[in-house]
């Protein structure tokens, strides 16, 4: 199994790119993990909300590939504390996908296209964050959750 982290808009913040490289390493320790970024040209920002979220999703589907097990990282879905999330990987890992894709939108969340392609949906926090916080935040977890299912001394209860 391999765990792919796609977002939306490409940040260039330096601090942002060493901490999430750090988390990246960490994981591949565990399982092969690719974070891929879909850089969407400007000129989109210009179109109406929906055709953004219809070019963002065009973009999003050139990623996927048949058989992947696709979760949308969005507002509207179900949170788990940091032990119920490791409980969810180790779920998904014993179920043998191909790929576990998760996927951060674009500012106005997902096209009706890729909701509907979507195998779930999971939520970080009721709180909005910046983009390049939630790929903080989830990478963070993740590697929590492994932490978690090896008995490491990362995560303390």
Do not use: C
């Amino acid at each position: 199994m391999k765990i792919i982290l796609i977002s939306i808009r490409k940040d260039d913040n330096k601090a942002y790119k060493t901490a999430l490289n750090d988390y990246e390493q960490r994981i591949k320790r565990y399982l092969p993990f690719q974070q891929v970024v879909i850089d969407i040209p400007k000129k989109v920002n210009q179109l109406p909300v929906e055709k953004q979220k219809v070019q963002e999703g065009i973009a999003l589907q050139k990623q996927l590939k048949k058989g992947d097990y696709l979760v949308l990282l969005d507002e509207k879905g179900k949170e788990y504390s940091s032990q119920n999330f490791a409980k969810y990987i180790e779920k998904k890992i014993a179920m043998s996908y191909g790929r576990l894709v998760f996927v951060i939108g674009g500012p106005f969340g997902f096209s009706e296209e890729i909701y509907n392609l979507a195998n779930e949906k999971l939520a970080l926090s009721k709180m909005t964050f910046s983009h390049q916080m939630i790929r903080l935040f989830f990478i963070e977890q993740l590697y929590r959750g492994f932490s978690i299912i090896n008995n490491e001394k990362y995560h303390h209860n």
